[in-house]
């Protein structure tokens, strides 16, 4: 309503930052609100039929525009032709295991029922030894397809080219100038990729492995292969798709909100079983949503690859044993809660090392003993709570290090990482903008912070300049309503780079304001208007937020900023505001 620079005018809030617009102008009455989320988040007046439903016909690219993919579609269409084994390399997490998961299904489709390995976390670590490699060349395979790794794989792919074996290598975090030797090398971030290709560098794993089997069905069928058999339809696997590039925390622009927009949809069909028995053991009821792929079935799968065994989470997504899929699912789920207690251990040990770090552009910390399959949990947990890249590293009783690194808006991680690689300071390492992994030798923490802090603190000064909280709407009391929250997720699916809206509402009066459940701050926010609405802000009673929030008395009067959710408890049309910021009124 407002059109200020200042949404309330607020200057510095709580949180000592600015409330503005995200779009230029503020909310706009005489504009439909779905309009106005997708203008706010960049797209143009004459590209809006094309946001408010996204499609996959509508942003998927012409598969032959990326680098290496039609000679990798036509290497796997002759190994299926021929009847040879082939095999498929994946990583450990969600991102691994649903690429891996859909090229399996597919190829089975297709009569050739792959080998699947995906290699132990704690055993090897990440991405294809040759070892590993060359061990499933004497299974019988004379194909391997390495998903969600290897483009850093330099001495592995060589030692499997060596032995005769053809590697495709289907992957998305950055690589170096010169690539590794691979019968073709598909990559978005390839540096020599063409402008299409490079134009979907934020598209996870799973995201190429559906192009290439997309381009693979493209080329039997120029062979002729359907003309007497049924082609299988990709379209259905679109589920994998969704929960693959939501926990990897893509993007959600362009293909990929079309990606996670259907796929959705397929995943609301329960066609798969190990998904269906996962949303079982996650108590998920109702649609699936994209909050729920990212907080609920995400950390079950990934909690297979960092506490259990590293390759439950592919053979859930491949079962077609319902026994088996709700066996693996419980698995899954008791893993998860495993992960939870390992990984608050380790986020207390962590976050009083990070303490005297708060005027670092980036923080760096390590302990021996931490469970290398939480660190990159604990880093997105630093990165949130101190506001700049966090970077989490494990040390063994050697002093070597495995690290996880999360970054901020503005700052790539994933490059300076490797370029720390590159200056000789890892033994491994690479990712991508806001991921990063690493290896190192013993004694490398403080040159390798030396490097960072160089290397990234124009970025994250930057960054950090132009903090601001970023609203779509300001409402009164009786404003924060479910009818409101329905018009809010048309514009979805939200995620990384396609952010939830959050709106602004009050002034109101804060009453029965409480601590609850882990750390939680509780209350209900009383309008001039006579209305009133509950709202919680999480983790929040140490912050200064929740201890504002706390000491206030009946007659302050503030604006709260935040998302608006569905009360699940009340039902009808009520709803909650989840407090991310406050400011007097």
């Given at each position: 309503m407002s059109?200020?620079?200042?949404?309330c005018?607020?200057?510095?809030?709580?949180?000592?930052?600015?409330?503005r617009?995200?779009?230029?102008?503020?909310?706009d009455?005489?504009?439909?609100?779905?309009?106005?989320?997708l203008?706010?988040?960049?797209?143009?007046?004459?590209?809006?039929?094309?946001?408010?439903e996204?499609?996959?016909?509508?942003?998927?690219?012409?598969?032959?525009?990326?680098?290496d993919?039609?000679?990798?579609a036509a290497?796997?269409?002759?190994?299926?032709?021929?009847g040879?084994?082939i095999a498929?390399?994946?990583?450990?997490?969600?991102d691994?295991?649903?690429?891996?998961?859909?090229?399996?299904?597919l190829?089975r489709?297709?009569?050739?029922?792959p080998?699947?390995y995906?290699?132990?976390?704690?055993m090897?670590?990440?991405?294809?030894?040759?070892?590993?490699?060359?061990d499933l060349?004497?299974?019988?395979?004379?194909?391997?397809?390495?998903?969600?790794?290897?483009?850093?794989?330099?001495?592995?792919?060589?030692?499997a080219a060596t032995?005769?074996?053809?590697?495709?290598?289907?992957?998305?975090?950055?690589?170096?100038?010169?690539?590794?030797?691979?019968?073709?090398?598909?990559?978005p971030?390839r540096?020599?990729?063409?402008?299409?290709?490079?134009a979907?560098?934020?598209?996870?794993?799973v995201?190429?492995?559906?192009l290439?089997?997309t381009?693979?069905?493209?080329?039997?069928?120029?062979?002729?292969?359907f003309a007497?058999?049924p082609?299988?339809?990709i379209?259905d696997?679109?589920d994998?798709?969704a929960?693959g590039t939501?926990?990897?925390?893509?993007?959600?622009?362009?293909?990929?909100?079309?990606?996670?927009t259907q796929?959705?949809?397929?995943?609301?069909?329960?066609?798969?079983i190990?998904?269906?028995?996962?949303?079982?053991?996650a108590?998920l009821?109702g649609?699936?949503s994209?909050?729920?792929?990212?907080?609920?079935l995400?950390?079950?799968?990934?909690?297979?690859?960092?506490?259990g065994k590293?390759?439950?989470?592919?053979?859930l997504?491949?079962?077609?044993?319902p026994?088996?899929?709700?066996?693996?699912?419980?698995?899954l789920?008791?893993?998860?809660?495993?992960?939870?207690?390992?990984?608050?251990?380790?986020?207390?040990?962590?976050?009083t090392?990070a303490?005297?770090?708060s005027?670092?552009?980036l923080?760096?910390?390590?302990?021996?003993?931490?469970?290398p399959?939480?660190?990159?949990?604990?880093a997105?947990r630093?990165?949130?709570?101190?506001?700049?890249?966090?970077?989490?590293?494990?040390?063994?009783a050697?002093?070597?290090?495995?690290?996880s690194?999360r970054?901020?808006?503005g700052?790539?991680?994933?490059?300076?990482i490797l370029?720390?690689k590159?200056?000789?300071?890892l033994?491994?390492?690479g990712?991508?903008?806001?991921?990063?992994?690493l290896t190192?030798?013993?004694?490398?923490?403080?040159?390798?912070?030396?490097?960072?802090?160089d290397?990234l603190?124009?970025?994250?000064?930057?960054?950090?300049?132009?903090?601001?909280?970023?609203l779509?709407?300001?409402?009164?009391?009786?404003?924060v309503?479910?009818?409101l929250?329905?018009?809010?997720?048309?514009?979805?699916?939200?995620?990384?780079?396609?952010?939830s809206?959050r709106?602004?509402?009050?002034p109101?009066?804060?009453?029965?304001?409480?601590?609850?459940g882990?750390?939680?701050?509780r209350?209900?926010?009383?309008?001039?208007?006579?209305?009133s609405?509950?709202?919680?802000?999480?983790r929040?009673?140490?912050?200064?937020l929740?201890q504002?929030?706390?000491a206030?008395t009946?007659d302050?009067?503030w604006?709260?900023?935040?998302?608006?959710k569905?009360?699940?408890?009340?039902?009808?049309?009520?709803?909650e505001?989840?407090?991310?910021?406050a400011?007097?009124?």
């Open positions: 059109r200020d620079t200042h949404v005018g607020v200057t510095s809030s709580l949180l000592s930052q600015p409330w617009w995200r779009r230029n102008g503020g909310d009455l005489g504009l439909d609100l779905v309009d106005q989320l203008l706010a988040r960049g797209i143009a007046n004459d590209d809006l039929a094309r946001h408010r996204p499609r996959i016909r509508d942003f998927l690219p012409d598969p032959s525009h990326f680098a993919m039609d000679c990798g290497r796997i269409a002759d190994a299926v032709e021929a040879e084994t498929i390399f994946g990583d450990y997490d969600v691994g295991a649903t690429s891996a998961a859909l090229l399996t299904l190829l489709r297709l009569g050739n029922d080998i699947v995906i290699p132990d976390r704690l090897e670590g990440y991405g294809p030894s040759g070892k590993a490699l060359v060349q004497g299974r019988g395979a004379s194909l391997a397809i390495t998903v969600d790794c290897g483009a850093q794989a330099f001495e592995a792919l060589a030692e032995a005769g074996l053809d590697v495709i290598v289907c992957d998305h975090h950055q690589c170096a100038t010169a690539l590794p030797r691979a019968h073709s090398m598909i990559n971030n540096l020599d990729e063409s402008e299409t290709g490079a979907h560098g934020h598209v996870a794993a995201g190429m492995a559906f290439l089997g381009a693979l069905i493209r080329e039997l069928r120029r062979r002729g292969r007497d058999t082609e299988p339809r379209i696997l679109l994998l798709v929960l939501v926990a990897d925390v893509a993007r959600l622009t362009t293909l990929n909100r079309a990606f996670v796929g959705l949809k397929v995943m609301a069909g329960r066609a798969n190990g998904l269906a028995a996962l949303a079982d053991a108590r009821t649609a699936p994209s909050r729920d792929l990212g907080f609920a995400g950390p079950r799968i990934n909690a297979g690859g960092r506490v590293s390759d439950l989470g592919v053979r997504l491949t079962t077609t044993d026994a088996e899929a709700e066996f693996i699912a419980a698995e789920d008791r893993l998860n809660e495993e992960r939870r207690a390992i990984e608050l251990s380790v986020i207390d040990e962590a976050t090392a303490g005297s770090q005027e670092a552009p923080i760096i910390v390590a302990g021996v003993g931490w469970h399959g939480v660190i990159g949990i604990v997105s630093l990165k949130e709570k101190f506001n700049r890249p966090a970077l989490v590293i494990a040390l063994d050697d002093g070597v290090g495995k690290g690194g970054s901020i808006s700052v790539d991680l994933g490059a300076a370029a720390a590159d200056s000789g300071l033994v491994a390492g990712g991508h903008a806001m991921a990063a992994g190192m030798a013993p004694g490398g923490i403080e040159p390798l912070r030396a490097f960072l802090h290397r603190a124009a970025d994250v000064a930057a960054a950090s300049g132009t903090r601001a909280l970023l779509d709407a300001l409402l009164a009391p009786g404003g309503a479910g009818t929250c329905d018009q809010l997720e048309a514009g979805g699916p939200y995620g990384a780079g396609w952010p809206p709106v602004a509402a009050g109101a009066r804060l009453m029965r304001v409480a601590i609850v882990n750390g939680h701050v209350g209900i926010a009383a309008g001039d208007d006579g209305k609405f509950k709202w919680i802000a999480f929040a009673a140490d912050t200064p929740g504002a929030l706390l206030s009946p302050r009067r604006w709260l900023a935040g998302s608006i569905r009360d699940q408890w009340n039902g009808g049309n009520a709803a505001m989840h407090v991310d910021d400011a007097p009124a």
